[in-house]
């Protein structure tokens, strides 16, 4: 039997056979057939067409996943860590089962065998990352009227099942990790930093990107910008959401340790940066990081994440009663669903004060042998 050199046929994951092949437009195509026999085929009839000149570039709905995922990574509007971060994703969790997959050939069933084999080996993070990129993928060929709907629709699966819940620290806690930063030499520049993230609720990228020039009179710190490192070096750009550019005030108390953070350890020109390290460059999350964790554990306490400081700081919003749309313009959300987690945390925390009142009840309804009102 002669061999066959125009095109490929492949088993996908589903058993079903995919042809594929690489026109003169530069642009790989590909169809998935149920027998090798049909794959074979149709790569044949478009070798045919190629010799005969007669070729013409398969109509758009067979256009596949990772041709939309090209123009969807060229896009101008993704920010440059956005794309580095959807550019990864795509190169280890998608392109392998569906980058030569036609758009108008991914069902639900597929979308949900995928899921669940790359739950698998891959962390929830990642998983849930790589399905919502996938789903905004798709997204694009739902808008051409390619497919009518997008397959995408496992419920939950673009969000992370985290290990354990997130914790806010109380505003005692806080002011602890703060004082403990604060008794060493080589940290204590990073007291002011865990109160501003506690009790201001911003992003990490949101604080460090911070300059002498956006402290505003009247504790107020003006947030326009936000930094992170991407590929080896450091990208300043646009908040995370357009909800973040926004003006947070910080309480008095907060604001009178900013001030003398201001006087000790910032440069004097306007563009110096508010919180940076002991050399005045930007301060990376995993030196950051691991700062934090020395002074909880010394302080003792239970396990807490470097991000629950802004859990801790939208939480305690919550607690003063502010409204959804308060909330939501402090810690820059661009939708209300983050800022009602908030106040459900705050209203369990209605639940606690409640316990606590009880317990005061308990005391006096229930006197001690040694009260001495007993005997009156």
């Known amino acids: 039997m002669a061999k066959r050199t125009f095109g490929t046929v492949d088993e996908l994951p589903s058993g079903r056979l995919?042809?594929?092949?690489?026109?003169?437009?530069?642009?790989?195509?590909?169809k998935v057939f149920t027998t090798k026999a049909d794959?074979?085929?149709?790569?044949?009839?478009?070798?045919?067409?190629?010799?005969?000149?007669?070729?013409?570039?398969?109509?758009?709905?067979?256009r596949?996943?990772?041709?939309?995922?090209?123009?969807?990574?060229?896009?101008?509007?993704?920010?440059?860590?956005?794309?580095?971060?959807?550019?990864?994703?795509?190169r280890h969790h998608l392109a392998g089962p569906w980058a030569d997959v036609p758009v108008d050939e991914v069902t639900p069933a597929a979308v949900r065998s995928w899921h669940s084999k790359a739950g698998r080996t891959t962390g929830p993070t990642a998983v849930a990352q790589a399905y919502r990129l996938l789903r905004a993928i798709l997204n694009v060929a739902v808008a051409d009227e390619v497919i009518s709907s997008n397959p995408c629709r496992l419920?939950?699966?673009?969000?992370?099942k985290a290990s354990r819940p997130s914790r806010a620290l109380t505003a005692t806690e806080a002011m602890l990790l703060a004082d403990q930063l604060e008794k060493d030499r080589r940290t204590e520049r990073y007291r002011a930093?865990?109160?501003?993230?506690?009790?201001?609720g911003l992003r990490f990228g949101e604080a460090t990107a911070l300059r002498r020039s956006d402290v505003l009179p009247g504790g107020r710190l003006r947030?326009?910008?936000?930094?992170r490192r991407v590929e080896g070096r450091w990208v300043v750009g646009e908040p995370k959401t357009d909800a973040g550019h926004r003006t947070v005030t910080l309480p008095a108390g907060i604001a009178a340790v900013l001030a003398d953070h201001l006087e000790k350890h910032?440069?004097?020109p306007p563009e110096g940066l508010l919180f940076s390290t002991s050399s005045g460059g930007y301060l990376a999350r995993s030196n950051w990081n691991l700062t934090f964790r020395r002074a909880a554990d010394a302080i003792g306490l239970p396990?807490?994440?470097?991000?629950?400081?802004?859990?801790?700081?939208?939480?305690?919003?919550?607690a003063t009663g502010a409204t959804t749309k308060e909330l939501m313009r402090r810690l820059g959300h661009s939708s209300p669903a983050a800022a009602l987690l908030y106040q459900h945390a705050a209203e369990n925390r209605d639940a606690e004060i409640a316990r606590a009142l009880d317990a005061m009840l308990g005391a006096v309804r229930n006197p001690s042998d040694d009260d001495p009102k007993q005997d009156e």
Do not use: C
Request: aromatic content about 8%; overall charge positive; cysteine-free.
């Open 155 to 160: 419920r939950g699966a673009g969000t992370p």
């Open 193 to 200: 930093l865990v109160l501003v993230l506690a009790f201001g």
């Open 266 to 268: 910032v440069p004097a």
């Open 64 to 90: 596949t996943v990772g041709e939309y995922a090209e123009d969807y990574l060229a896009r101008h509007d993704l920010r440059a860590s956005t794309r580095v971060l959807y550019a990864g994703l795509w």
């Open 303 to 318: 396990a807490v994440r470097p991000h629950e400081l802004r859990h801790t700081g939208a939480t305690l919003a919550a």
């Open 223 to 227: 947030i326009e910008r936000s930094v």
């Open 39 to 62: 794959a074979w085929a149709w790569l044949a009839t478009q070798q045919t067409d190629l010799l005969r000149k007669s070729w013409r570039a398969p109509n758009v709905s067979s």
């Open 18 to 30: 995919r042809a594929r092949y690489r026109g003169p437009d530069g642009r790989r195509h590909a």
